[in-house]
């Protein structure tokens, strides 16, 4: 009886109504962390919008100590990448290589991601292709290059210092396929890590190992070149400082999760991080956020990463749930956190038509047939509004016809799982429902 006690201890009493997420059950959906989704999408969005925005309604700089480190929401994307699939494939993937398990988190992972890459990419290929037959396209040479599509189709196009084109935020994707790769090997680590008796120590060697580069980069010591666009001069050199904070942030999210889950394995099963705790972090990070963007800090700027190890921190808390982070759990954060994918690989193609992004060339845009600069500050308004609301539509319609249906497909088609959704899109079952 003792041996069953302490059985349930480690793995986490949780009731079916509790309100903390037990991360000792891969199939539970960790709600929280889709929230978050929904906010790291947010960031990124509002960031590329604030380019052009800021400068067609003046009065919208004064979101910038908010809006001008939304980059960093990658790096949230990273981190949330690695805590969530070390909550679903941890103990099945880092017990031994196994190579059916690979093939089928491999093919789900595509099933994950590619789809709605490819159905972007034809947009792209098919919207260039109609600007250019029908003579619609500006001066303007920023362009595409067509040279690069293959590279893109395979998702190999930002694993080395590449430049920046066709849809330029799917270089995250490729190397969200990198770490895909690489993480049945790095599952095989860190599951003896978790059962190790110096879980601490080794957890914070791996993590000081993955984010050694990046340090490197902060003081100086070594320096990464950032990507640039196509229209750009390349920055010489072939590791970019884009692979060195994927290392880190995703090596991060999942040294979050090992630790997390231990501290509420062996400490605090039954409680979350104190309110208190929870919400000064979260101030002191929205604070250095907010300082450094005033400062001038870019993404360019060595110093700016000194937040995304404070990123990974925050997914571990976000993570292990709470009073504090429950509005996170909200069902339209929830909704949209859900479709945050299809709004991140969209978004730039819906802001490039409406000409709200000043380094690529579409063809004529909305804002140069409609005249927007020359219109009134309350046209303008109206058309950034309509160029949010139109991004969070395509997102909608996206996840719902293309990234959903194509997924089910293929995981029926390739993976062993037969539409299994990922654990980051369940409903919790076990949660009561409540009727309207």
């Not at 925005?53 to 990658?74: D, E, R, S, W, Y």
């Amino acid at each position: 009886m003792s041996q069953m006690s302490r059985q349930k201890h480690l793995e986490g009493d949780f009731t079916p109504r509790s309100p903390l997420p037990s991360l000792s059950d891969p199939n539970r959906h960790l709600k929280t962390l889709t929230g978050l989704r929904a906010v790291a999408a947010a960031w990124v969005v509002l960031f590329h919008a604030s380019l052009v925005f800021t400068i067609l309604v003046p009065p919208l700089a004064k979101t910038n100590p908010l809006t001008g480190m939304g980059f960093l929401g990658v790096d949230l994307f990273f981190a949330l990448s690695g805590f969530v699939l070390c909550h679903r494939y941890l103990d099945s993937l880092g017990v031994a290589f196994n190579r059916r398990k690979v093939k089928d988190f491999l093919a789900l992972r595509i099933a994950r991601l590619y789809p709605v890459h490819l159905f972007v990419i034809v947009v792209f290929v098919l919207y260039l292709g109609l600007v250019t037959q029908f003579g619609a396209s500006q001066q303007s040479s920023v362009k595409p290059p067509w040279s690069l599509l293959p590279q893109h189709l395979v998702l190999i196009h930002a694993w080395f210092n590449q430049q920046l084109s066709w849809n330029v935020p799917a270089w995250s994707v490729s190397l969200e396929w990198l770490a895909y790769l690489c993480f049945p090997f790095l599952a095989l680590v860190l599951f003896r890590v978790a059962r190790s008796k110096h879980i601490v120590i080794y957890s914070g060697l791996i993590f000081v190992v993955a984010y050694t580069p990046l340090t490197l980069d902060i003081i100086g010591v070594w320096h990464f070149p950032p990507n640039t666009f196509a229209s750009l001069s390349s920055n010489p050199g072939l590791i970019s400082l884009a692979l060195v904070r994927l290392l880190g942030a995703f090596t991060g999210g999942c040294i979050a999760f090992v630790l997390a889950r231990a501290w509420q394995r062996r400490v605090a099963a039954d409680r979350s991080p104190s309110a208190v705790l929870c919400g000064t972090f979260c101030a002191a990070l929205l604070l250095m956020v907010v300082a450094f963007t005033r400062s001038g800090e870019s993404e360019i700027t060595q110093r700016t990463w000194i937040v995304s190890p404070l990123l990974v921190a925050l997914v571990g808390l976000v993570g292990l749930g709470g009073s504090f982070f429950q509005w996170l759990t909200r069902p339209t954060l929830i909704k949209l956190g859900l479709s945050s994918y299809s709004l991140y690989m969209t978004h730039w193609f819906v802001l490039s038509v409406f000409g709200v992004l000043p380094v690529i060339d579409v063809g004529e845009t909305l804002a140069d047939r409609l005249e927007i600069a020359q219109q009134p500050l309350g046209a303008r308004v109206l058309f950034c509004l309509a160029a949010l609301a139109t991004c969070y539509l395509v997102a909608q319609l996206c996840w719902r016809f293309i990234e959903e249906p194509a997924r089910r497909g293929l995981r029926r088609r390739f993976a062993s799982s037969r539409g299994e959704l990922p654990v980051e899109e369940r409903v919790d079952a076990s949660a009561p429902v409540t009727q309207s």
